[in-house]
């Protein structure tokens, strides 16, 4: 049995061609990279990659990592500049037992050392969001959460092996060295193939709180099914948010146990994940929470298509 799931509808192109790659046997690992180098190879997806947003100076610092189910072998960077891409980079330091998360210009180095490709990440449709936003930062409050989403994708191939890794460039208007769950294993993904893995989006100061990656796949271990456990994790932690401090920022997550069987829980509206497995096709699904539930339903034809509209419009003044 092979399955995989990804955070967000931009997953879907690269999750096709992975489930492609995982019916003729390929390993997780090797999917898994596919799948993200492609949503951070195109340019209109503005909050991975390649066209994703940059922080408060205009510097674009992307984070990236990377968990083998088997070994437990964890590979992250945070902070890096001008490479393609960052979950390769999360990749190759997972084969090493030591030095395996690197920062801003250690990361850099690193990268530069193993031959990663450079590239200017900063494109000329995100300067314009950045000067257009400027703009209205000076009308109104700052809050730099919109438009800000993860890919996260956890991998399950016919050997049994589960692999997880996540790509961003974070929040737009960031502080520079600024970083979020997505680098950090436990927060932004966890992958366990005895158990199954687990990836988040949404606000990483507070998903990286409850560890909530590494709490669902807890979970699952405890007996759970990827569905209970994603819920409960969001629920306590969005509980216990509102209840410390008044306020939980987005929470939404996705897993997959080592059968196959898939969850995904939500605090918001309309999150949208990509679900692929064996003998199904792929399904883009939207999930709503509904007080405390979590509704999960396929995305029709129409939200399909204004999604990639609004990702491809022109940027107007
Ligand atoms: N969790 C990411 C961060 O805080 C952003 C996101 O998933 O939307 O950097």
Redesign the pocket.
Known sequence: MWAMIATWRMALEGVCEAGELLKKGKGAGEVVEQAIRMVEDFPYYK?VGYGGLPNEEMIVEL?AGYMDGNTLSVGAVAGIKDFANPVSIAKELSKDNVNCVLVAEGAEKYASQKGFERKTMLTERAKKHYHKRVKKLQSQELKPYDG???VGEVVLDQAGKVVVATS?S??FMKKAGR????PIVGA?FYADSEVGGAS??????D?MKGCISYEIVRKMKEGLSPQEACQKAVNELDEKLKKSKGFSGDLSVIAIDKNGQFGCATNIQQFSFVVYRQNEEAVVYLADNVDGETKIYPASQEWMDQYMQERMAPITE
């Open positions: 909050s984070d800000h989403d993860t961003t974070g929040l970083i979020g769950d997505s932004g988040a989006t949404g606000l990483g100061e998903l």
